[in-house]
């Protein structure tokens, strides 16, 4: 951190939950002089700028570019390969292109062409988030603790990759670099998936006849409310991740209504031992995340229940 | 509360989570006169007794029993039938038995046979919890502001029915009256499926050759956390409620695993209009969970940000 050297000119190419964090994190820590977005939506501009943000706000990607020292796209990775070849001829003399997506491999592919050859290509992915979104939900603490994956590509020089990994360093992450395909390999497990069966399961229990979306919504604390956060994550962003990280998503979820099957079964075997078997080792993994400072060990997350009223 | 008549002497069947929890509201809000508790666990009735749970614990469910006139299983349903057997002939004169168990059907069929001519019989099942168990991880507010549902049965008359419905409401808790059939599938899908794929994708996370567990940990804040909580809960009291609700789980898990298959064939042929579609319904429903006071609006539940740090 001492010996940090900050950006002259920070652009962020979107606005929502992690460029807004981005922006506070780096205004508090003073990793940038300067602080531009662009975003095609006036109402998160102004939103940008009221909040104090940014210093300035784009509605053209190409102009907001100009002069930077270190562009980041956080739009959804649908649009980030079109943004690229729109900006392409209007980034900086070295200036350092990164990303913030959920998904590496395709993505990185599709934006490395866009690159000239004056500029360095830097893929990395914070893995954080909430599932609020817009300029209004970022906060500066989010990526502290958590780890930022780097996903080196040919485009992006040792000095380029060491800078990105200072930034988020700087932002309080863990950074680790990676192969893009395993990168998407493991968040097909640790994320794409988990969205997907809690979207999934969202979707049927508003469809069921035999119990109402009001018994649904009052008995939720039973379990459901869990799986209704991640849930309530942006569209259009999961709609991005699914159709680029097709490959890995359809295996891991192949292994996993494999595994959902052989439950069924013992359920209707009634053969206890294999889910008590089951059961018993997933406690585990929960351990294993609390001892690594990825969860709260607080029951329900802490939600319910403050410390005054737990321990008494 | 103002004209809640206390019980004389409850005795609490198992001091796990929910008996533990019940014994905190009752004493501090004065719902019984003297509780009692029934484990076979040395260490669960000396941790009852120093913890000033109860006044009395006994290894002897039907010694636990003698003079309680409200008595409540507070074990895995499996065993339940087997104790209201054990306890039958010592149940007092008038004593009201009642449950806690989160499959009512098959339970309250199999405890009723059991239960003499001078008690009453009212299943009720408090939906709430954490993923602890034992003891200690009990609290007063356990219940506050959460449903409990009660599925009478013809032997327990209205004035029993009433009793109980009174000393729920006295712990906080809304109460409302269900067919126990009923009870069931709504629990199939509030609770059970959420439980069943949480273990399940656990599992399978456990099970990749080509993502370690380490990575898995290390990234699990990108979703799968949310996952492993209630895939830590109870495996012994888990495994009974799919021995003893599989009508209702195999129906729903049947719905869950068509609608999968139906977003896994959208994903394959790059469907984006049907991810979009279902990802954006789903937000109204954390809506209404939220704006029914059934969990909490902070992002991540609250449990990355304090307030002082989200606002900035």
Redesign the interface.
Known sequence: MADFKPFDRLCLIGIGLIASSIA?AVR?RGLAKTIVCATPDQTHREAALSLGLVDEAFASNAEAVRGADLVILCTPPGVMSLIAQEISADLAEGAILSDVG?VKQTIAESIAPHVPAHAQFVPAHP??????SGPA?G????FQD??C?ITPVPEGGDEAIARVQAFWEAMGANV?LMDPK?HD???A????????????????????E??T?S???????????????????D??M???V??NN?EA??E??G???E???A??RA??W?D?DA??S??????D?????ID?G???A????????GPD????
């Open positions: 506070r508090e959920s893995v954080a988030g909430t599932e609020n939900a906060f500066g603490t989010l958590r780890w994956i680790e395993h390999q493991v968040l497990i640790t994320s794409h998936i988990p969205h997907l069966i809690a979207y999934n399961i969202v979707g049927t229990a508003d469809d069921l035999a119990v979306k018994e649904v919504i009052k008995f939720s604390a039973a379990g459901f409310r869990d799986f209704t956060r991640i849930a309530a994550s569209p259009t999961w709609r991005d699914f159709l097709r998503v359809l891991m979820l292994r996993f209504s595994d959902l099957t439950l069924q359920i209707r009634g206890g889910l008590y089951l059961f018993s080792r997933t406690r993994i929960r351990r294993a995340i690594a990825q969860d709260s607080a029951p329900n997350f802490g939600r319910d229940t009223e737990g321990d008494d």
